[in-house]
Every structure is written in C-alpha cells, then in structure tokens.
RNA sequence: GGCGGCAUAGCCAAGUGGUAAGGCAGCGGUCUGCAAAACCGUUAUUCACCGGUUCAAAUCCGGUUGCCGCCUCCA
C-alpha cells in the first residue's frame, strides 16, 4: 500500500515517498496568538494531528513541528490597545491554545518553536539572502527581492507579470516591486525589537516559518501543511526565502486545508461571526467537534451549523452505544491486539488516499452496522467476530482522536450536560423510573407512559432493557 | 481584471472511465405492553445544464449557468 497526497505544489495527487525511507518530517503552520482559537484553526490543527496520528500508525517515523508566532503587528497592536505586554498577550493565547487543542484530544507536536527563541537563526537567514543579494535594505528594513528568485509564483500558480498588472500601488514606493515583502522590520518606538546588523526591529511575517523549519528539519523536508489561505502570499514567500537561500526544494508536498463556513458565510471580522473554540466547546463534546471536522474531506470546505454538529453528535452516539452493547456482549476491550481486520483494511485504504477522513469516517459506520447486527444475530462465531470489528473500529478511533472515552464516561458526561441545563437531578429521575417500572408491573401504561413522556420533554429518553431501565440524553 | 475550486437523493457527504459508500431525516418490517436502542428492507435508472470522446462517463474534453475562495491580516 503506498500513500497518495494531493501536493498544491504540482495540483494533482501524487504517491508519497519520503526524503528517508520509514522517515517524515512535517511543518505545519500554527498560529498568531494575538486571539483566541476559532473553529478554522481546530480544522486545520485537527487534520494536521490526523495525518500524523495515521502515518505513525503506517509506521513512519515522524518529527512533527509546529510553530507559533509570537511577535508580529496585530499581538503589537492589541498590547497596545489593552495597555499590556505583547509577550503577555502572545502568552496568554498560547496557554488558550493549549486549552483549547487539549480538550480536543490533539497531540502536541514534536517542537513547537516560537518566533522569539529563535532570533538568532532568523537573522543568520536573512544575513544570508542580504548576502546573496537577493534581499536588499532601506533604512532600517529589509526586503526580499522576488524578481530575483525566478521561481516566483510556482506554488500559488500565478506569475509575477500578471499580478503587477493587477497590484495595488505600493505603500512603500522605495521597494523595488510591490511584490518585495519585508523580511525585517525596523522598531519603531514602544515596539519590541531585538538587535541585528541592519538596526533593532524584529522579523517580517514570513522568515519564520522558513527559519525555524530550518532549523529543525534542515534545508529540505517532507511535508508542510497549513489553511488554504496561506497559499500566497505566506507559503509563496516561503519557498522564495528558502529555495533561493539554499538552491534546494523547500517542503516536497504541500497540504493545503479548507475553511469553516458558518452558515455558509465565511469568518471574518466585518461580520463579527468568529465562533471561537472555548464557546463551542461549551456546546459540544469534543469528540463531536472533531468527528464534524472530520466528517468532510480536508481540502473541501466545510459549513459549520447546528443542525450538522447534531448529526455529528447523533453519529458519536451511535458509536458509543455500540461500544457500550459491546463491552456488555463481549467483555471490554484490551488483551492480545488482534490482527487488523476488513473494516481496517478499508479504512486505510481511505486514509492512503490522500487521507479521504470522509470516507474513513464512513467505513467505521459500516463497521458497527455489522457488529450491531452479530449481536442482534446468533451467529456461533459471533464473539470473536463482533471483538474484531470493535478493534477495529478503536483502531480508527485512535487515528481519528475520538473514542478516547469508555462508553460509560461518554454517557455520564452526556448525561451530566442535560442535569445542569434541564435543572433535574439523578435521583429525581431514578425516582421516576422507579415509579413507572411499578406502574407497568401494575399494567398501568398510562402512568408509566405519562412518566416517560414527562421525562422526554426534558430531552431524556428511556430504554427498557433486559436488565432494567437506563435513560439517556436524546439529540 | 488575474488565478483556482465546487455543483451527487429531503439534508450532510464519499466516489476522477466500468455501471451511485456512509451519516441524519422519512417510510415499511422484526423486537417491545407501547416505545427507545438495534437490525432488515426501502428512499438518486441517476450525479447543475448542453454538446463531444469512448464498447462504457458522475468521473475525460468543450461550452453554459450558479455558488465560493485567493489575489489584503487571516486556519
């Protein structure tokens, strides 16, 4: 089996093979911490953490970086606004990050450098292009030259010739195109700054990522990941700093992922309809943020709605309940690993083409269909069958960062969110059930049902089962 | 203006040459006192529209319409 991803680079899929053979190292763009998180940085952290989560279950060895930027115009400008630090603000994003991307079960990258532990490397790179002469300075500034790197455009299919014609007239006319983009910034007053050979300031937007990719993963590496939006001039300007500093391709496949809509529009500040993670949360088990997320293909877009995050909820219910009936019928998971079975199989099979989550999502639904239905059955062999499936059916939990629950936490938080909004307690509703158990016993259905319906308009639903009468949350 | 993407059932969504996954919702059935959960069956002779290539197209090519993104900070 050998994977195939979709590079922005060559715009078709192509077979991946890795610089070293069982080796990946990955580059994904963080964010600016001058906010908190919004759904669009979950989808693209949440894609990113399952394709390595799936390549290290392929048996890659993978080194894993994602930065964050921490010095940049907008922290500045909101330490400015609110009287504070820009090093405290870019702090406190950062611990929200990490909040935030704890609760949704993602895994922390292998480094996860910050713009401003790494001066030292980024001036070392911009002393390099100053040096070839593919940067040049005014005043305190310096700007890359992108006539000089013949390559410009390559990644975002565009030609310098046909931008100029559209381009806006310059800010700064003393650049020599208005494409130039500045690689160091000289302070202004009141602006953090550290020193350099072309006077205190601090690095343009772009030199970051090239610097500290770098300086982890070396001149040449496999794979470099962030939102579609940081195609131009982000990524372009990228390659243009590394491959003109070194003569050497930069990232060898380039994964680009789509927006969250919201309610078809996009996020943006004129419409002030940025859903941030941390309220989403509030609304919303992890896990069925990420099996939404998940639910699309990476690089199609994806329409955040309520009526879709109860579907993804629904089908997490599913899930769990089929692991619940599991784990009654055939014993908890854990022992000896089974060997992968069919479901996993085509699961994968999914995930190497060009990780089609999608798709991946749709066969583990397969998967407890079928179990489900061993279970309903009376199949001798059922046991073993039904255990193969769930591991299985964890096996891609696992790739996918859901699933991270027992059946019986899931539903205790389930129903611990409908005991806070409903103003109801346990006991109270035990009590009920009680009452109507004694009602049917009596043959009295119009008071058992007259319970039951009391409870539903709560959001509570009964289920009479061999052993007894459980309730749970209803959608 | 330049570049790119998308249009698949009531809704969401896979599927890039071989005859339409999956989820949600709906309907019929099994189970149940009745339900719920679960399972079975059913729900697109058809993939925006028009033309072309092919033995064969949702899938390739050309055109039309509609929607969207990037080109400016943005995941």
Redesign the pocket.
């Known amino acids: 089996m050998t994977i195939r991803i979709y590079n922005t680079m060559s715009?078709s899929?192509e077979t991946f093979e890795p610089m070293s053979p069982g080796k990946v190292s990955v580059y994904v763009?963080?964010?600016?911490v001058y906010d908190s998180c919004?759904?669009?940085?979950a989808?693209?952290?949440v894609v990113f953490d399952v394709i390595v989560r799936y390549l290290r279950e392929r048996g890659f060895e993978v080194m894993y970086i994602r930065n964050f930027?921490d010095v940049?115009?907008?922290i500045i400008e909101r330490a400015n606004r609110l009287g504070m630090d820009p090093m405290e603000i870019s702090e406190k994003y950062i611990q929200e990050f990490y909040e935030d991307m704890d609760a949704l079960h993602v895994l922390r990258a292998d480094h996860e450098p910050r713009v401003t532990r790494y001066m030292e490397d980024i001036k070392a790179f911009v002393g390099k292009l100053v040096d070839s002469g593919m940067a040049y300075r005014i005043d305190g500034d310096v700007y890359y030259s992108v006539e000089s790197f013949n390559g410009y455009g390559k990644l975002?299919?565009?030609?310098l010739e046909?931008?100029e014609?559209?381009?806006?007239v310059g800010i700064n006319a003393k650049k020599r195109n208005?494409?130039d983009?500045a690689l160091w910034k000289s302070a202004k007053p009141g602006e953090p700054a550290w020193d350099s050979p072309w006077g205190p300031g601090r690095p343009g937007?772009h030199i970051e990522c090239s610097a500290m990719a770098w300086r982890h993963l070396g001149e040449t590496f496999d794979i470099h990941g962030?939102?579609?939006?940081?195609?131009?001039?982000?990524h372009e300007n990228e390659v243009a700093q590394s491959e003109g500093a070194f003569g050497r391709p930069f990232a060898r496949y380039w994964v680009?992922?789509?927006?969250?809509?919201i309610d078809?529009?996009?996020?943006?500040?004129s419409l002030g309809n940025f859903l941030m993670i941390k309220d989403v949360r509030r609304r919303y088990h992890p896990e069925t943020i990420r099996l939404f997320l998940l639910?699309?293909?990476y690089?199609?877009?994806?329409?955040f709605?309520d009526?879709?995050m109860?579907?993804?909820r629904?089908?997490l219910?599913?899930i769990y309940?089929?692991l619940e009936?599991a784990e009654a019928t055939a014993g908890a998971p854990g022992g000896s690993p089974a060997e992968p079975g069919q479901y996993w199989q085509r699961f994968a099979e999914?995930m190497d083409?060009?990780f089609?989550t999608?798709?991946g999502?749709?066969?583990?639904?397969?998967g407890?269909?079928?179990?489900?239905?061993l279970?309903?059955?009376s199949a001798d062999d059922a046991l073993p069958r039904i255990r193969a499936i769930r591991d299985d059916i964890l096996r891609m939990g696992e790739v996918l960062g859901i699933l991270n629950e027992t059946p019986a936490a899931y539903f205790t938080g389930r129903r611990a969110g409908v005991l806070e909004t409903e103003s109801i307690d346990a006991a109270k509703i035990e009590a009920l059930i009680k009452e109507?158990a004694e009602a049917?016993k009596a043959k009295d259905?119009?008071r058992?049902?007259a319970i039951?319906d009391e409870l539903a308009e709560k959001n509570i639903?009964?289920?009479?089962?061999p052993d007894g009468?459980i309730w749970?949350v209803g959608?």
């Not at 763009?29 to 600016?32: H, L, N, S, V």
């Not at 962030?226 to 001039?233: A, N």
């Not at 680009?256 to 809509?261: C, R, T």
């Open positions: 715009r899929k763009c963080g964010p600016t919004h759904v669009g940085h989808r693209s952290v930027t940049d115009d907008k975002s299919g565009r030609k046909d931008m014609a559209g381009a806006r208005p494409f983009f937007w962030g939102g579609k939006d940081l195609i131009f001039p982000h680009h992922n789509g927006f969250v809509n078809q529009e996009k996020m943006s500040k639910s699309n293909h690089r199609s877009p994806v329409d709605t009526k879709a109860d579907e993804a629904a089908g219910d599913r309940t089929f009936r999914a083409d060009d089609n999608a798709l999502v749709g066969v583990l639904f397969e407890v269909r079928a179990a489900n239905g279970m309903d059955g109507r049917r259905f119009a058992a049902d039951r639903v009964l289920e009479d089962r009468t749970k959608g």
